[in-house]
């Protein structure tokens, strides 16, 4: 069995690695932890078994690395008390959904983790579970409260706010 060339494996995971980091980080870090996913899984892709899951191993990757922005985030000093608002001109989903990331920045870890996992990455509760510690019915659980907050919480903010499309 040939080895695909890198390129087109980034291209290939590249937006569902992004999706899930995106979930997980919010969206100021999550290109960070993509580019540091990547650069991860270069170097140990020779060694990847042929008959790998690619996809989930990009995703394990993409996790700690998540891990790891988490933890580099709670050594942080502190921002200043309060910072004006600003329409935003990137065009990212962020800028123009702002509060379906702040619904997903409130869920609890776990549950924000289940959700981008699964809903995102597509993976089975059973890898999940291997991601996040517990078993697949837990992961299960995780995910569908997560999403229960999430229709409860972003679903009064379309209510309230108007029409979503």
């Not at 990757?61 to 000093?77: E, M, N, T």
Request: charged share 25%.
């Amino acid at each position: 069995m040939s080895v695909k060339p890198f390129e087109q494996i980034v291209g290939a995971y590249g937006p569902v690695v992004l999706r899930v980091c995106r979930a997980v980080l919010g969206p100021a870090e999550a290109e960070d932890a993509w580019s540091e996913t990547f650069l991860a899984a270069l170097k140990a892709y020779p060694d990847l078994p042929g008959d790998a899951n690619v996809e989930a191993w990009l995703v394990t990757i993409a996790h700690r690395k998540a891990i790891d922005a988490i933890r580099r985030r709670a050594r942080r000093p502190v921002p200043v008390e309060t910072v004006p608002d600003r329409a935003s001109a990137s065009g990212r989903p962020e800028a123009w959904d702002g509060d379906l990331w702040a619904a997903l920045a409130r869920l609890p870890d776990k549950q924000r983790a289940a959700v981008a996992y699964h809903y995102l990455a597509g993976l089975p509760y059973q890898d999940i579970a291997g991601l996040l510690g517990g078993t697949a019915e837990a992961a299960r659980r995780a995910a569908a409260d997560g999403i229960k907050a999430l229709r409860a919480g972003y679903g009064h903010a379309a209510k309230v706010g108007g029409t979503r499309s």
